[in-house]
């Protein structure tokens, strides 16, 4: 069965302290891996796209990556405003559906 | 601004209302979606639209109904709910449908809660 994992469920981080979250998946064929970024109350707001194990893409302060199991989102010297809930989410090249993990709720405190 | 509007934003209804919630797409895409997101939980994907046709109903209850009547506009219209369904609904659109691995873009969301 199809499965995205997102850990830690929350993360509580001071500003400056840099940190990774995890999304692990097991899919039939992964045709694409996404990154969305949702702050209360408003829809997720797109940051990534990721193909193929071993690519890389970076947005200021975030750094994505994608290896044959997992994405990692690395954040580099956090700011308060990066505060907010990060959602993994694969296209899985079996049924062609976009699965969403539970997500990672960042606080950066200053 | 992402590209798409919804409306409302907040609705409160009764168990037996009827209402419906509106979702509108600038970016020219051909694929409209609805989800479902509950506290702490995976969003749910609901119904799929291709140009104006439904490719996707993911065992959705009937008390939910869906309407596309343009690849730019899409509905959903809710009646005789219950208290479960209250949640943040998201309506989507990409490019294409994600078969063809485009990224999706959502709207702010509408907030419901069914009394």
């Known amino acids: 069965e199809d499965q995205v994992t997102q850990s830690p469920e929350a993360l509580r981080l001071q500003e400056g302290e840099s940190s990774s979250l995890n999304c692990s998946y097991t899919v039939s064929g992964l045709r694409g891996l996404f990154w969305y970024r949702q702050d209360p109350g408003k829809g997720p707001e797109f940051l990534f796209t990721l193909y193929s194990a071993g690519e890389e893409k970076e947005k200021e302060r975030l750094k994505a990556t994608l290896t044959k199991k997992e994405s990692f989102l690395h954040i580099t010297a956090p700011k308060p405003e990066d505060s907010a809930t990060y959602l993994c989410?694969?296209?899985?090249?079996?049924?062609?559906?976009?699965?969403f993990g539970q997500g990672t709720e960042l606080s950066v405190k200053p | 601004e992402t590209g798409v509007t919804q409306t409302p934003r907040h609705l409160v209804m009764g168990m037996t209302n009827k209402k419906s919630l509106k979702c509108e797409q600038h970016?020219?895409?051909?694929?409209m979606y609805w989800y479902k997101q509950s506290a702490k939980k995976p969003l749910e994907l609901m119904f799929v639209?291709?140009?104006?046709?439904?490719?996707e109903n993911n065992s959705v209850p009937s008390r939910f109904s869906p309407e596309c009547p343009n690849s730019s506009h899409l509905f959903l219209h809710l009646h005789t709910l219950q208290p479960e369904d209250s949640a943040l609904y998201l309506c989507a659109s990409s490019q294409e449908t994600a078969l063809s691995g485009n990224t999706i873009y959502f709207g702010e969301g509408s907030w419901l809660t069914v009394v």
């Open positions: 639209y291709s140009l104006e046709e439904r490719v």
């Open positions: 970016l020219g895409h051909n694929a």
């Open positions: 989410a694969v296209l899985d090249g079996g049924g062609g559906k976009l699965i």
